[in-house]
């Protein structure tokens, strides 16, 4: 129940932490500045309405006004005014085409004064194509007069035309004797023809005149029927523009930042667990597929490592004819009062840095067949200790940190091998770049946390990254996805624990890995200090 209330209350601070900064993103800060706001940040969602219906009818009002100064205008001024009127929109659509700040299509002053710019831009576009279509009309009603014959004219002509035929026939109708001394006197004959011809072609071009007049006149009036349709059409189109600009949702400022600091909140709490889920079903098998790290042997093949006892406090260690003991300082809990004692500034001069970090210096030597040293945590409480025996040919991979004592033949010390795995994935995985690998004869003496487990592979073994203290070289090392998904999905366990594969040898595990950290996994210099040792193999 404390937990419970524990967590409501941490997360409705949070919810409140998030409506803070939502207001003040929205209030302006991280939002463009508002020139001609006319409500406030924090007006409600009726007054920002009133705002924009008061918009709309100030918007309609003026465009009447100025479709009715278009008429009177000339052409110069309408020519003025379209060059003006494009200038603006030119400056509506880039401030329209700036998104603005991040909440400013939430802050209710934006959202009235972009209304009003797009109420505006409607506007002007419109009123240009109203005078366009003025100048247009202004220019075929300026058109000079088009000239043609009347009928009347038409009429006079036809008739000189029949009055000259007359003639001709006349003429034509006299004495032969008549018409020749008349033609040698006057030419007449030649006369009265070319006098009818052009009558009768002046009376047809004045018909032809007269229909081109007519058909040009047609047409004039028909583009004037036109223009004028189309300064209607758009004057027309402009009120209903208003109309078509969309009108902005107005919502409460309180209540709309509510909402949001609900659904960032709950995006907060649910985006680990949806990431959890991708983890385990997507990332977590692409990663167990990867290869194992295998160690290689010094002989090739490994020997059996016998399973040793159960781990004890204390563990009594008797050397063989030949054999040297080397013991961590603070684990000698008591020596026979003879043999050879010294000490080994070091395990193995080759690895003096490892040995260093380690703890794995200032080692007490002791030597002689049958001597009897008691080893024991003397300044830990929970640390329970086994020996493992390495037969010739037969290896244990082992983090040194557990390593309190080793047995060895004088002279010849336990071959030790560092081995780096840089480009495994698995070595990645498990943080752990390095492994230090003991080969046999000699006799390995472990400590852990509340015990050390020592069991078969089998069919495999699967735990806790933390508890793996060693394995046997025979085996492939690697990671695989927790058992259950439920208790990582609640983040009870981890997402990939350590695996080693089937085989005949053994596993080494500390019991319980927190015991001697009073339970809790180290943070801070010292967490950091930890995840160095374990990628160097310590």
């Not at 379209?82 to 939430?106: M, N, S």
């Not at 208003?242 to 919502?251: I, S």
Request: a positive charge; aromatic letters at 6%; charged letters at 25%.
């Amino acid at each position: 129940m404390r937990a419970a209330a524990s967590w409501v209350l941490r997360h409705f601070a949070l919810f409140l932490l998030l409506a803070a900064a939502i207001a003040l993103f929205q209030s302006g800060m991280l939002s463009g500045s508002c020139r001609d706001c006319t409500v406030g940040d924090w007006a409600s969602a009726s007054e920002v309405r009133e705002q924009i219906e008061r918009a709309a009818r100030e918007g309609r009002a003026e465009l009447d006004a100025n479709l009715a100064e278009f008429e009177d205008w000339g052409e110069e001024r309408r020519r003025e005014e379209i060059a003006r009127r494009r200038e603006r929109l030119a400056e509506l659509r880039a401030a329209l085409a700036d998104g603005g700040g991040l909440f400013d299509r939430y802050r209710p002053g934006k959202i009235v004064e972009r209304y009003r710019m797009r109420l505006e831009q409607a506007v002007l576009e419109r009123e240009i194509a109203v005078l366009e279509a003025r100048i247009d009309l202004g220019t075929l009603e300026q058109a000079g007069a088009i000239m043609v014959p009347t009928p009347q004219a038409i009429a006079a002509a036809r008739r000189r035309c029949a009055q000259a035929n007359r003639a001709v026939r006349e003429f034509n109708a006299q004495a032969r004797a008549e018409k020749w001394i008349r033609n040698r006197i006057a030419d007449e004959a030649e006369r009265l023809t070319q006098n009818a011809r052009t009558r009768c072609e002046r009376a047809g071009e004045l018909a032809r005149q007269r229909e081109a007049g007519r058909q040009q006149a047609s047409e004039r009036a028909a583009r004037l029927r036109e223009a004028r349709e189309r300064v209607d059409a758009e004057a027309t189109s402009a009120r209903q523009a208003l109309a078509r600009v969309d009108t902005p949702e107005a919502r409460n400022m309180l209540a709309d930042i509510a909402v949001k600091a609900a659904l960032a909140l709950l995006a907060i709490i649910a985006l680990p667990y949806l990431i959890r889920c991708f983890l385990y079903f997507v990332l977590a098998p692409l990663a167990q597929r990867r290869g194992a790290i295998r160690i290689p042997l010094l002989a090739g093949t490994a020997s059996r490592i016998a399973l040793p006892g159960p781990s004890s406090v204390s563990l009594s260690v008797r050397l063989e004819e030949g054999e040297e003991l080397l013991v961590r300082q603070g684990y000698l809990q008591t020596s026979s009062a003879g043999g050879d004692k010294a000490t080994r500034w070091l395990l193995d001069p080759r690895h003096f840095l490892s040995s260093i970090a380690s703890g794995l210096v200032f080692l007490t030597r002791m030597r002689g067949a049958g001597e009897a040293t008691t080893i024991s945590a003397t300044r830990d409480g929970f640390a329970e200790l086994t020996e493992i025996a390495l037969p010739p040919g037969g290896a244990c991979i082992l983090h040194p940190r557990a390593l309190v004592a080793v047995v060895q033949p004088q002279g010849r010390p336990i071959p030790i091998r560092s081995h780096w795995r840089l480009f495994s994935l698995n070595a990645w995985l498990t943080l752990q770049l390095r492994f230090f690998s003991f080969h046999g004869p000699g006799r390995l003496i472990v400590k852990g946390g509340r015990g050390v487990r020592v069991e078969r592979a089998e069919q495999g073994r699967i735990f806790a990254q933390d508890q793996l203290v060693g394995f046997s070289a025979d085996l492939a090392y690697s990671v695989t996805r927790t058992e259950t998904f439920a208790p990582y999905f609640f983040g009870q366990e981890p997402l990939l624990k350590d695996k080693v594969e089937a085989g005949r040898g053994i596993l080494v595990i500390e019991e319980a890995p927190l015991s001697m950290r009073s339970g809790k996994v180290r943070g801070g210099l010292e967490g950091m200090i930890d995840a160095g040792l374990k990628a160097f193999g310590l």
